[in-house]
């Protein structure tokens, strides 16, 4: 039992969760990405089961609007995922193994939680449909974003067991 | 009725498996010596262009009413063309961008026609099919007719008529018999005054053209549509068997009836003729009786 | 052997005295797909513990077939004749690590609960997935080694963003015909012999390794064969039933000597071509690996058979059924949207029946009978049943038959000219025996089985981007500013069609040339990283050539495109023609507006556009010119080209279900088209345009063959008339019209709109309800819901009347 451990992460793990889910049930999306990452971080940090699915994963996947304006990465590394805000012109020491591209906050939802927010199964994107209607651009190696979404996916999946 | 000088085609319908053997292509003709009340398809009764209405095409530009001039564009939903003014040029109908208003009635040189009834060759190969001509009533132009059939048994085409058999059976005699291979003649009213009361004409020229027609050497089809109220007495269904035997011939095929043709008067600004209310529902679907 | 069937149609076959058949249909039609990990597990367990990186790719990648082939679970269905199983499920979704597998990844969790096309997966096998698989193939996949190595380049990343073509290579090769032939006239161990004494004398290391490897894969068959032979025996010995053990003591012996020795009855010949294909799908993805010409393959064996008095033709159909059901005890993998939109598709494998033998005589057997009877009585989407017919040579009888096997399945089999076929194989360099002994390969396409390697799904080519680009200078109205292809001039400065015409050949220029240089750059990554010497000794050629297919072993090489959207560009073309230049109804600039604005508030030049009578398929003069103009541009264009095996690429016309696809992604066009409708499938005319079946029969008969090496799907519906007897010589000569005008290939679906619609509205009341797409058959209610509407809209004829029903 992880959490009974590191009582203050786990605490600190509940705020963000509730934030996110009011950051999908706003749309108040421009937050989104951070706090999606923000979660995923903690949550690997928390459950060791879930750490297992990024054991040996190392990958630096660069999320970006299409003004640049908004620029974070995420690094797994050691078990572990960091992110990283960037400057809007700040140039990367690595090449990144793969870089999304996304049209707007709603689009990057859209890719990243398939499942909808709280439209749950009636409007189901996945990563084909986001290219498809070209909200996303995915430049470099797909695998890695497959692994994110799957991770996304997942996290998204017990989240909905939580809160049920 | 005097017909035009030139004949009008309607349609070329290609690819009819019920007009004769096989699979043909169709020419109907306008313009028809009767005028019956059941007509199923009133465009092909005046022998001039007319001009169609189609509502549901129209997107309201009124363009129509810019090419006129006649003054005759109306502005109504149902009603474009007022009848009474309208010269037929056709103007409208040619800039009509919608095919909201359409001209019925076109004409082609024989060797065009010829044309067109030759590209579906293979079709008439492979099925034992051929052209029909029908209308309207092709025999109206015995001049132009027998060049076309002339021209189709020329590429080895069967060829087959329908007729309402009011003609001059000499024009016919001469012009199209030499190049007919059957002849599909209608045959609807045996009592007289019934007949020229119900299609404006005598039957006396239609029932003797088809003595002399059962003489020659030629395949022929009597043909008696089914219609309600006016041809499926007993009496004249049974005066027109014993007729058609007396004659020879032992085939005989009813045409069912198909009421749909009755929303097309509308078009050509035609009131509808009053017709008895007995017409049954469900004979839309019904294809032609075979023999 | 003549033919000596009373009854052409065995109608006295029937699933109710072939229990059997019956109860296995039932089981494929009742069971919900799953997931299979056991090729991509064993492929990487071999992968991190006994690969040796230090042999070549060749040997490396047999070794690992053999691994899988080894280690295999050898299984047969309850019931079954015929002993093999391509996955583990009784129907079963493969998984390839080094192809696309990974697509899966997001949703592997959620197959369950997709709302088309669901498929079962445990929990233990989503980890296995996640955690074993998918990571070690990471930056494995030929998607991924390709982009690697040649940088980044740019023609892939157009491909990836979907909407202007499509490169298959990096997912799925296979679309070929292996050479079953020699599995029955001689067995494995022949090619065995041949190539153990190649690989003792050759000198060169690089062919040396690739006899050695084929020895290898070979050897894995027949140890899975084997193992199949063991499995049986064993079962048997269990076995209550005697007349059950007894057909799995005879599976037991057949598999001990097929496919290694040469097959000595029509029931051996069957298993060893089954578990050759089973085989083959470990190595090669499971999309349009096409079987042949069985019934000229399996005549000999067949008519032996019966001569001996050991075989019947109920019998006979009994075993083809059985075949027939193993054929669909795999699916391909498809991600969700992947279903949603280009999905709903079997395995597509041809089979090929009719037409003439190798010297132009008729070939219609008493097997060919036997086959469409299977076909009739099962009713499912695969194999995909294409039949050869060749005017005045098949027999008329054949036709028929052929006719009423549409009518009671309503979708297949589909039709090929043999006259036509073979004249454009000549053109491609086919000898003439080779050109006549042609088969098709997943939806239409024609090869030589056996001897070509032709990947003739290679490229699927959207023509209405083409369009879309030079309208817009060089971009798209889906990849908004993005300049994608080279800028060409703006409408204003374009001062007559041929100025037009000029920037559109650029674009699609600009397309093809992406396209062909992003399939050689797979098709080099391709045998970098996954050679194929099963595929290789299956296809003849690469014995003498001492080559890989994927380097031009094969005896015949070539790729195919697929171009989409055909009608749809001819009537666009002519209406801008007309509208912009000839009849001046419009300035350029305001035709562009109307359809940036899907013809809101342009409500007049869309009805002109509409109305146009220059139309593909509706006699047009104009539209019979443009389409000539395009399909000579194209063929030109992709014959010039080379493929990475020294083959030539050919253009076909056929789409499967990507014009649903795409025409969702497509806006308004100059033919008066509408935002997102789907685009016309094949080479069909665009619904509604082509009122004349006998006008676009001819219009598509006329068009030059030689320029559609690739073939073309025709794709129509008749409306199905209440008695079939009546309709069957109907159908028959409309098929026979369209042959002798020139006609290549011609297909359709046999049900109304009115049906249709009903089982959209109602899927539960048509289940397994087969429709043709455009190539392959499917089931109705596993399409997407464009591709559903696409075969509701599809031009419908009334035989009767010759008319399109609207
Ligand atoms: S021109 Fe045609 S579409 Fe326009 S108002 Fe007249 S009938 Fe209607
Ligand atoms: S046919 Fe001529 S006269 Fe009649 S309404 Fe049309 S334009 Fe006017």
């Given at each position: 039992m992880?959490?009974?451990?590191?009582?203050?992460?786990?605490?600190?793990?509940?705020?963000?969760?509730?934030?996110?889910l009011?950051?999908?049930?706003?749309?108040?999306?421009?937050?989104?990405?951070?706090?999606?990452?923000?979660?995923m971080?903690?949550?690997?940090?928390?459950?060791r089961?879930?750490?297992?699915?990024?054991?040996?994963?190392?990958?630096?996947?660069q999320?970006?609007s299409?003004?640049?304006?908004i620029?974070?990465?995420?690094?797994?590394?050691?078990n572990?995922?960091?992110?990283?805000?960037?400057?809007?012109?700040?140039s990367?020491?690595?090449?990144?193994?793969?870089?999304?591209?996304?049209?707007?906050?709603?689009?990057?939802?859209?890719?990243?939680?398939?499942?909808g927010?709280?439209?749950?199964?009636?409007?189901?994107?996945d990563?084909?449909?986001s290219?498809?209607?070209?909200?996303?651009?995915?430049?470099?190696?797909?695998?890695?974003?497959?692994?994110f979404?799957?991770?996304?996916?997942?996290?998204?999946?017990?989240?909905?067991?939580?809160?049920? | 009725m005097?017909?035009e000088?030139f004949?009008?085609?309607?349609?070329?319908?290609?690819?009819?498996?019920?007009?004769?053997?096989?699979?043909?292509t169709?020419?109907?003709?306008?313009?028809?010596?009767?005028?019956?009340?059941?007509?199923?398809n009133p465009?092909?009764?005046?022998?001039?262009?007319?001009?169609?209405?189609?509502?549901?095409d129209?997107?309201?530009?009124?363009?129509?009413?810019?090419?006129?001039s006649?003054?005759?564009?109306l502005?109504?939903?149902?009603?474009?063309?007022?009848?009474s003014?309208?010269?037929?040029?056709?103007?409208?109908?040619?800039?009509?961008?919608?095919?909201?208003?359409?001209?019925?009635g076109?004409?082609?040189?024989?060797?065009e026609?010829?044309?067109?009834?030759?590209?579906?060759?293979?079709?008439y190969?492979?099925?034992?099919?051929?052209?029909?001509?029908?209308?309207?009533?092709p025999t109206?132009?015995?001049?132009?007719?027998?060049?076309?059939?002339?021209?189709?048994?020329?590429?080895?085409?069967?060829?087959?008529?329908?007729?309402?058999?009011?003609f001059?059976?000499?024009?016919?005699?001469?012009?199209?018999?030499?190049?007919?291979?059957?002849?599909?003649?209608?045959?609807?009213?045996?009592g007289?005054?019934?007949?020229?009361?119900?299609?404006?004409?005598?039957n006396?020229?239609?029932?003797?053209n088809?003595?002399?027609?059962?003489?020659?050497?030629i395949?022929?089809i009597?043909?008696?549509?089914?219609?309600?109220?006016?041809?499926?007495?007993?009496?004249?269904?049974?005066?027109?068997?014993?007729?058609?035997?007396?004659?020879?011939?032992?085939?005989?095929s009813?045409?069912?009836?198909?009421?749909?043709?009755l929303s097309?008067w509308?078009?050509?600004?035609k009131?509808?003729?009053?017709?008895?209310?007995?017409?049954?529902?469900?004979?839309s679907e019904?294809?032609p009786?075979?023999? | 052997?003549?033919?000596?069937?009373d009854?052409?149609?065995?109608?006295?076959?029937?699933?109710?005295?072939?229990?059997?058949?019956?109860?296995?249909?039932?089981?494929?039609?009742?069971?919900?797909?799953?997931?299979?990990?056991e090729l991509?597990?064993?492929?990487?367990?071999?992968m991190?513990?006994?690969?040796?990186a230090?042999?070549?790719?060749?040997?490396?990648?047999?070794?690992?077939?053999?691994?899988?082939?080894?280690?295999k679970?050898?299984?047969?269905?309850?019931?079954?004749?015929?002993?093999?199983?391509?996955?583990?499920?009784?129907?079963?979704?493969?998984?390839?690590?080094?192809?696309?597998?990974?697509?899966?990844?997001?949703?592997?969790e959620?197959?369950?609960?997709?709302?088309k096309n669901?498929?079962?997966?445990?929990?233990?096998?989503?980890?296995?997935?996640?955690?074993k698989?998918?990571?070690?193939?990471?930056d494995?996949?030929i998607?991924?080694?390709?982009?690697?190595?040649?940088?980044?380049?740019?023609?892939?990343?157009?491909?990836?963003?979907?909407v202007?073509?499509l490169?298959?290579?990096?997912?799925?090769?296979?679309?070929?015909?292996?050479?079953?032939?020699?599995?029955?006239e001689e067995?494995?161990?022949?090619?065995?012999k041949?190539?153990?004494?190649?690989?003792?004398?050759?000198?060169?290391?690089?062919?040396?390794?690739?006899?050695k490897?084929?020895?290898?894969?070979?050897?894995?068959?027949?140890a899975?064969?084997q193992?199949?032979?063991?499995?049986?025996?064993?079962?048997?010995?269990?076995?209550l039933?005697?007349?059950?053990?007894?057909?799995?003591?005879?599976?037991?012996?057949i598999?001990?000597?097929v496919?290694?020795?040469?097959?000595q009855?029509?029931?051996?010949?069957?298993?060893?071509?089954?578990?050759?294909?089973?085989?083959?799908?470990?190595?090669?993805?499971?999309?349009a690996?096409?079987?042949?010409?069985?019934?000229q393959?399996?005549y000999?064996?067949?008519?032996?058979?019966?001569?001996?008095?050991?075989?019947?033709?109920?019998?006979?159909?009994?075993?083809?059924?059985?075949?027939f059901?193993?054929?669909v005890?795999?699916?391909?993998?498809?991600?969700?949207?992947?279903?949603?939109?280009?999905?709903g598709?079997?395995s597509?494998?041809?089979?090929?029946?009719g037409?003439?033998?190798?010297?132009?005589?008729?070939?219609?057997?008493?097997?060919?009978?036997?086959?469409?009877?299977?076909?009739?009585?099962?009713?499912?989407?695969?194999p995909?049943?294409?039949?050869?017919?060749?005017?005045?040579?098949?027999?008329?009888?054949?036709?028929?038959?052929?006719?009423?096997?549409?009518?009671?399945?309503?979708?297949?089999?589909?039709?090929?000219?043999?006259?036509?076929?073979?004249?454009?194989?000549?053109?491609?360099?086919?000898?003439?025996?080779?050109?006549?002994?042609?088969?098709?390969?997943?939806?239409?396409?024609?090869?030589?089985?056996?001897?070509?390697?032709?990947?003739?799904?290679?490229?699927?080519?959207?023509?209405?981007?083409?369009?879309?680009?030079?309208?817009?200078?060089?971009?798209?109205?889906?990849?908004?500013?993005?300049?994608v292809?080279?800028?060409?001039?703006?409408?204003?400065?374009?001062?007559?069609?041929?100025?037009?015409?000029?920037?559109?050949?650029?674009?699609l220029?600009?397309?093809?040339?992406?396209?062909?240089?992003?399939n050689?750059m797979?098709?080099k990554?391709?045998?970098?990283?996954?050679?194929?010497?099963?595929?290789?000794?299956?296809?003849?050629?690469?014995?003498?050539?001492?080559?890989?297919?994927?380097?031009?072993?094969?005896t015949?090489n070539?790729?195919?495109?697929a171009?989409?959207?055909?009608s749809?560009?001819?009537d666009?073309?002519?209406?801008?023609?007309?509208?912009v230049?000839?009849?001046?109804?419009?300035?350029?600039a305001?035709?562009?507006?109307?359809?940036?604005?899907?013809?809101?508030?342009?409500?007049?030049?869309h009805q002109?556009?509409?109305?146009?009578?220059?139309?593909?398929?509706?006699?047009?003069?104009?539209?019979?010119?443009?389409?000539?103009y395009?399909?000579?541009?194209?063929?030109?264009?992709?014959?010039?080209?080379?493929?990475?095996?020294?083959?030539?690429?050919?253009?076909?016309?056929?789409?499967?279900?990507?014009?649903?696809?795409?025409?969702?992604?497509t806006?308004?066009?100059?033919?008066?088209?509408?935002?997102r409708?789907?685009l016309?499938?094949?080479?069909?005319?665009v619904?509604?345009q082509?009122?004349?079946?006998m006008?676009?029969?001819?219009?598509?008969a006329?068009?030059?063959?030689?320029?559609?090496?690739n073939s073309?799907?025709?794709?129509?519906?008749?409306?199905?008339?209440?008695?079939?007897?009546?309709m069957?010589?109907?159908?028959?000569?409309?098929?026979e019209a369209?042959?002798?005008?020139?006609g290549?290939?011609?297909?359709?679906?046999?049900?109304?709109?009115?049906?249709?619609?009903?089982?959209?509205?109602?899927?539960?009341?048509?289940?397994?309800?087969?429709v043709?797409?455009s190539?392959?058959?499917?089931?109705?209610?596993?399409?997407?819901?464009?591709?559903?509407?696409?075969?509701?809209?599809?031009a419908?004829y009334?035989?009767?009347?010759?008319k399109?029903?609207?």
């Amino acid at each position: 039992m992880d959490w009974l451990l590191y009582p203050w992460r786990k605490t600190r793990h509940y705020f963000i969760k509730r934030s996110l889910l009011k950051s999908l049930r706003d749309e108040a999306a421009e937050e989104f990405l951070k706090i999606l990452l923000n979660f995923m971080t903690f949550s690997f940090l928390i459950d060791r089961r879930l750490r297992k699915n990024i054991e040996g994963f190392n990958g630096l996947i660069q999320f970006k609007s299409k003004d640049n304006e908004i620029r974070v990465l995420a690094e797994f590394k050691n078990n572990k995922l960091k992110q990283k805000e960037l400057e809007p012109n700040e140039s990367l020491k690595v090449t990144p193994n793969a870089t999304v591209i996304f049209k707007n906050a709603e689009a990057l939802m859209n890719f990243l939680l398939p499942r909808g927010g709280q439209e749950g199964k009636k409007n189901r994107r996945d990563i084909l449909r986001s290219l498809l209607r070209n909200e996303v651009i995915l430049d470099g190696n797909f695998n890695y974003i497959y692994r994110f979404g799957y991770l996304a996916n997942h996290l998204q999946l017990q989240l909905a067991k939580a809160f049920d | 009725m005097m017909p035009e000088k030139f004949p009008l085609i309607v349609d070329i319908g290609r690819g009819s498996t019920e007009d004769g053997p096989g699979v043909r292509t169709t020419v109907f003709f306008k313009g028809c010596p009767l005028s019956c009340k059941w007509c199923q398809n009133p465009e092909t009764l005046d022998p001039q262009v007319e001009i169609g209405f189609y509502p549901k095409d129209c997107i309201g530009c009124f363009d129509c009413a810019i090419a006129c001039s006649e003054d005759a564009i109306l502005p109504e939903a149902n009603v474009r063309i007022d009848r009474s003014k309208c010269a037929r040029c056709a103007q409208c109908a040619d800039i009509c961008p919608g095919k909201g208003l359409r001209r019925i009635g076109n004409y082609y040189e024989v060797e065009e026609l010829i044309e067109i009834l030759l590209r579906d060759r293979v079709f008439y190969e492979t099925s034992d099919g051929g052209v029909t001509l029908s209308g309207g009533e092709p025999t109206l132009w015995p001049g132009y007719c027998g060049e076309l059939l002339r021209g189709l048994k020329a590429n080895g085409i069967h060829t087959a008529v329908q007729t309402c058999g009011y003609f001059d059976y000499s024009a016919f005699e001469k012009e199209l018999l030499p190049w007919i291979d059957l002849v599909m003649y209608d045959i609807k009213i045996i009592g007289p005054e019934e007949h020229r009361q119900h299609t404006g004409r005598d039957n006396k020229k239609i029932l003797e053209n088809f003595i002399r027609l059962s003489k020659e050497n030629i395949e022929l089809i009597p043909r008696v549509p089914l219609i309600p109220g006016f041809t499926t007495s007993e009496e004249n269904l049974s005066g027109i068997s014993n007729f058609v035997r007396a004659g020879g011939i032992k085939e005989c095929s009813l045409l069912h009836y198909n009421p749909l043709g009755l929303s097309k008067w509308e078009h050509i600004g035609k009131a509808e003729p009053e017709l008895p209310r007995c017409l049954p529902q469900n004979e839309s679907e019904q294809s032609p009786g075979q023999p | 052997m003549p033919i000596a069937l009373d009854d052409l149609s065995l109608k006295s076959v029937t699933l109710d005295k072939l229990l059997r058949l019956k109860k296995l249909r039932d089981v494929h039609f009742k069971t919900r797909p799953a997931v299979c990990t056991e090729l991509p597990l064993l492929m990487t367990t071999y992968m991190r513990r006994m690969d040796n990186a230090s042999d070549s790719q060749e040997v490396r990648a047999a070794k690992r077939l053999k691994y899988v082939l080894e280690n295999k679970k050898p299984l047969i269905q309850d019931d079954d004749l015929l002993a093999g199983t391509t996955t583990t499920k009784t129907k079963g979704m493969v998984i390839y690590p080094q192809f696309m597998g990974q697509a899966l990844w997001p949703e592997l969790e959620t197959l369950p609960e997709r709302s088309k096309n669901p498929y079962n997966i445990t929990q233990a096998e989503i980890d296995d997935l996640n955690f074993k698989v998918f990571p070690y193939w990471m930056d494995g996949t030929i998607q991924e080694v390709c982009r690697k190595d040649y940088n980044n380049p740019t023609c892939q990343k157009i491909m990836e963003r979907l909407v202007f073509f499509l490169g298959t290579k990096a997912h799925v090769i296979s679309h070929t015909v292996p050479d079953y032939e020699v599995v029955i006239e001689e067995g494995l161990d022949s090619i065995i012999k041949t190539t153990t004494a190649k690989e003792s004398t050759e000198t060169d290391h690089k062919k040396k390794d690739f006899y050695k490897a084929v020895r290898t894969v070979l050897e894995g068959v027949i140890a899975y064969a084997q193992r199949l032979s063991k499995k049986t025996a064993a079962m048997a010995q269990r076995e209550l039933d005697p007349v059950r053990k007894e057909e799995l003591m005879t599976i037991s012996k057949i598999c001990e000597r097929v496919p290694e020795k040469k097959p000595q009855t029509f029931h051996e010949a069957l298993q060893a071509i089954w578990i050759c294909h089973v085989a083959l799908h470990q190595e090669n993805n499971n999309i349009a690996m096409s079987l042949g010409r069985l019934d000229q393959m399996l005549y000999r064996l067949y008519s032996d058979d019966i001569k001996a008095g050991t075989l019947t033709p109920e019998k006979a159909v009994e075993l083809v059924g059985c075949f027939f059901l193993r054929l669909v005890d795999h699916v391909p993998m498809s991600p969700e949207t992947g279903e949603e939109l280009f999905g709903g598709s079997g395995s597509n494998q041809a089979i090929t029946i009719g037409g003439v033998d190798q010297n132009g005589k008729n070939a219609v057997n008493e097997l060919t009978y036997v086959l469409l009877r299977a076909t009739e009585l099962l009713k499912v989407r695969d194999p995909n049943v294409n039949a050869r017919y060749c005017p005045d040579e098949n027999p008329p009888e054949y036709l028929v038959r052929l006719g009423e096997v549409n009518i009671t399945t309503k979708a297949t089999p589909c039709f090929h000219n043999d006259v036509e076929v073979i004249k454009t194989l000549l053109a491609q360099n086919y000898t003439e025996k080779d050109a006549r002994n042609y088969s098709i390969v997943g939806c239409v396409e024609p090869v030589c089985g056996g001897k070509t390697f032709g990947h003739t799904g290679a490229i699927m080519l959207n023509l209405t981007s083409a369009l879309e680009m030079a309208l817009f200078q060089g971009r798209h109205r889906l990849t908004e500013e993005e300049q994608v292809g080279p800028k060409t001039a703006p409408p204003s400065e374009m001062l007559n069609f041929s100025d037009f015409l000029n920037a559109f050949e650029t674009q699609l220029i600009f397309l093809i040339d992406q396209s062909v240089e992003l399939n050689n750059m797979l098709g080099k990554t391709h045998l970098k990283v996954h050679p194929l010497p099963l595929l290789s000794a299956l296809t003849k050629g690469t014995m003498d050539k001492g080559k890989d297919v994927l380097e031009g072993g094969a005896t015949y090489n070539a790729s195919g495109a697929a171009i989409i959207g055909l009608s749809e560009v001819v009537d666009s073309l002519c209406a801008l023609k007309e509208l912009v230049f000839d009849k001046q109804e419009t300035a350029f600039a305001e035709l562009i507006k109307a359809v940036e604005n899907d013809w809101q508030g342009y409500e007049r030049l869309h009805q002109k556009a509409i109305h146009s009578e220059n139309k593909y398929g509706a006699g047009s003069r104009e539209a019979a010119d443009m389409t000539k103009y395009l399909l000579d541009f194209l063929h030109t264009e992709y014959q010039s080209r080379e493929n990475y095996r020294g083959g030539k690429y050919t253009v076909g016309y056929w789409t499967m279900t990507t014009h649903a696809g795409w025409g969702v992604l497509t806006g308004a066009m100059p033919s008066g088209r509408r935002n997102r409708e789907v685009l016309p499938s094949g080479i069909t005319p665009v619904s509604r345009q082509a009122p004349d079946l006998m006008e676009s029969l001819g219009f598509v008969a006329n068009l030059d063959a030689k320029k559609i090496a690739n073939s073309h799907a025709l794709n129509l519906k008749y409306t199905p008339a209440r008695d079939p007897a009546h309709m069957i010589p109907k159908f028959a000569s409309s098929v026979e019209a369209f042959m002798k005008m020139g006609g290549l290939q011609v297909q359709f679906n046999l049900i109304d709109r009115a049906t249709l619609k009903d089982a959209k509205a109602h899927p539960e009341k048509y289940p397994n309800l087969l429709v043709r797409v455009s190539g392959y058959t499917a089931y109705f209610g596993d399409l997407n819901k464009y591709m559903q509407e696409e075969i509701i809209i599809r031009a419908e004829y009334d035989l009767d009347t010759g008319k399109e029903v609207w």
